[in-house]
């Protein structure tokens, strides 16, 4: 039976050279990642990102350092299998949440070249107006994946040189194309937006098709950690770390958003349980600890700070291990091979430094708060979070009480050998904790940022913990048995209280009120019906119409509505605003094409005002629209009686 179980079914071949060449084809190929408005620092920039592609293909692919495989057995598709069996049946009513806020952008912009393409031959040619937007953007995914293919197929048949041109030229295509449809690119890393792609290309532009890729990578982890557990405990203990994993509340609140902090989350446990054998590894494994952190980053750049971390660990190997001297590093042979090891790392080094220069919406801004003063440093910051009571309460209410005591554990060296790599986990917490504490004093208190920087040392506290426990030869499988059991009992009863609380920071404290979702799918479907597609606008945090498009809306009527948030957006920017989204009742009064307006602001005192408003304009109530999970209310206010502009078809 052990045969059985151990039975290699084969082997997963990975050249990490070709895999980083990819990421940055997508990142600043396709999404015009790191564009610039300046033509002479544009061209600069775009011939430095066209040379780390053509360096990974031409001067790395290939190479005995960047090939790996991972041996892949009859119990890996095992626990694989039961893993992921274990969160669809716990996460089934997450994956079916309707998608809300920031949600809404990370899926939208997964496919705005779709929606953009559609979008100009609609208006241009009237291509498809009757039909089913969605449907549409399936259809030109599907094109794109079999176009992907067919490139893919062609270069494999091409020596190393041919392909590193053919690439290089259409990366420099792409990337002139994507810049003139997009537009100057986001600030946040396109490479989140690829598992968000495929599966939606796959699946449909559906609420779970965009959910399912965070879990699937929580799953991943999972496996990993059944993995790295395995070479130290039994096997049925190493299956139930992993769903200790799993099943941590604020790691399984993650999984299911569509939201990357799960991607920094996996970058910071990797780097942390690679800690325990890395000491010694050649450096095919030192260049896959690397790549998996730049290809992590690379999707949420707070991910770079375990580069801090890799490096110190290899740092650690070649100064103290294998009967080194503390002098060798300084070597230039030394130097050299440390650099090539580490080369993965520089695929994410442009992506970091645009998001670290052009900001994020999250970016704090000096004087946004009378708490402290405007010119207080990001240490400054962390420590008022700290002595405030901010910081501990946020992650005491993330993670709980247990977790919390749990990661200890993970700052408690077990022998002195132990001592540099703890003052390596030690670092690298602070470090994220700066980070963390370094955004705007509104998301402090937020949940998912949590999983990012504290779950991480949870998980390696929880290992650690287990290790001591198995060196007591009478309690080791019994103790370690009963101790991830009653762990996995305590997440699966905390996770509601995690996953429907939120938290803020107000004035100086920690302000915690319930999580309330609205599900925008019962609306539209009435507004189908009613006639108002093409002429309802949302006072919202929703970007745009993708929830709408998503929902069934044909090309006609996603046009009509596209053509009121473009002129919306005109009079923000005449009046210096944001160009996003207004929620000015009497600027939407002012537009004859909105006849239907959808109020979605969770707080009853912001919808009241905002209803009140609209009253006073002449609108009358239309209808609300409840979710039964928790309450929360989508209220329709109706300009008159009438239909909307046109009801359209959609096929």
Not at 34 to 49: D, F, M, N, P, Y
Not at 200 to 210: G, Y
Not at 400 to 408: C, I, N, P, Q, T
Request: glycine share 8%; with cysteine.
């Amino acid at each position: 039976m052990r045969e059985t179980w151990d039975k290699p079914v084969g082997a997963v071949r990975i050249d990490w050279a070709f895999v980083l060449a990819v990421a940055c084809f997508w990142n600043y190929g396709l999404f015009n990642g790191c564009g610039t408005r300046s033509g002479v620092l544009g061209i600069l920039v775009t011939a430095c990102l066209a040379g780390l592609v053509l360096f990974y293909l031409a001067f790395c692919k290939g190479r005995e350092a960047f090939q790996d495989a991972v041996t892949v057995r009859v119990s890996d598709l095992c626990v694989i299998a039961s893993y992921l069996l274990v969160m669809l049946l716990l996460c089934r009513r997450d994956l079916g949440r309707c998608l809300e806020a920031d949600e809404l952008y990370h899926a939208q912009y997964s496919q705005v070249h779709a929606v953009k393409l559609i979008r100009l031959l609609g208006q241009a040619w009237g291509v498809g107006l009757r039909w089913t937007y969605s449907r549409l953007i399936l259809a030109v995914d599907w094109v794109a994946l079999g176009a992907a293919v067919a490139g893919w197929a062609a270069c494999r048949k091409m020596d190393r040189r041919l392909q590193a041109f053919v690439v290089v030229v259409a990366f420099l295509a792409v990337r002139c194309v994507a810049g003139a449809l997009c537009g100057n690119p986001e600030p946040h890393p396109p490479l989140r937006l690829l598992p968000l792609w495929l599966s939606s290309s796959l699946l449909t532009c559906t609420d779970a098709a965009f959910r399912l890729p965070q879990l699937v990578g929580l799953v991943g982890l999972m496996w990993f950690a059944h993995r790295t557990a395995e070479k130290t405990m039994a096997s049925a203990s190493a299956w139930l770390f992993g769903l200790a994993l799993g099943t941590m509340p604020i790691l399984r609140f993650v999984g299911v958003l569509v939201e990357p902090s799960i991607w920094t989350a996996a970058a910071g446990i990797i780097v942390l349980l690679s800690m325990r054998d890395q000491v010694s590894g050649t450096d095919a494994r030192w260049v896959r600890l690397a790549s998996l952190v730049a290809l992590l980053a690379l999707m949420r750049t707070p991910a770079f700070v375990g580069a801090l971390a890799v490096s110190s660990m290899l740092f650690l190997e070649r100064c103290g291990g294998m009967g080194r001297t503390w002098l060798a590093p300084l070597s230039s042979a030394c130097l050299k091979a440390v650099a090539w090891v580490l080369s993965p790392l520089a695929a994410m080094v442009p992506s970091v430094i645009f998001a670290l220069a052009k900001g994020t919406p999250a970016t704090y801004t000096p004087g946004e708060v009378d708490w402290f003063l405007p010119t207080t440093t990001i240490i400054g910051r962390a420590w008022f979070a700290v002595s405030s009571g901010i910081a501990p309460l946020a992650i005491r209410d993330a993670v709980g009480v247990a977790w919390l005591a749990l990661s200890a554990f993970a700052f408690i060296p077990a022998s002195r050998k132990e001592f540099p790599r703890t003052m390596v986990v030690a670092v690298f917490f602070l470090a994220g904790f700066c980070m963390f504490y370094a955004i705007t004093t509104g998301l402090w208190g937020g949940r998912r940022y949590q999983a990012e920087y504290v779950a991480p040392f949870c998980i390696l506290g929880l290992f650690r913990a287990l290790r001591l426990l198995g060196a007591a030869p009478r309690l080791r499988q019994p103790a370690i048995l009963v101790f991830l059991f009653s762990v996995i009992v305590m997440n699966l009863s905390d996770y509601g209280r995690v996953s429907r609380t939120i938290a803020r920071a107000e004035a100086g404290r920690l302000v915690r009120e319930s999580r309330l979702s609205c599900d925008y799918r019962p609306a539209h479907a009435e507004i189908l019906k009613s006639g108002f597609a093409g002429s309802t606008y949302t006072v919202g945090v929703v970007y745009g119409n993708f929830g709408s498009i998503m929902h069934g809306y044909s090309v006609s009527q996603a046009l009509d509505e596209f053509d009121i948030l473009a002129s919306l957006m005109k009079v923000n920017r005449a009046k210096g605003l944001s160009d996003v989204i207004t929620f000015n009742t009497a600027d939407i009064d002012q537009d004859p094409r909105i006849r239907l307006v959808l109020i979605d602001f969770a707080t009853s005192a912001a919808k009241r005002r905002y209803r009140a408003e609209f009253e006073g304009l002449g609108w009358r109530h239309w209808r609300d629209f409840a979710n039964p999970d928790d309450g929360a209310v989508i209220t329709g206010m109706a300009r008159d009686g009438q239909g909307g502009v046109r009801a359209g078809m959609a096929l």
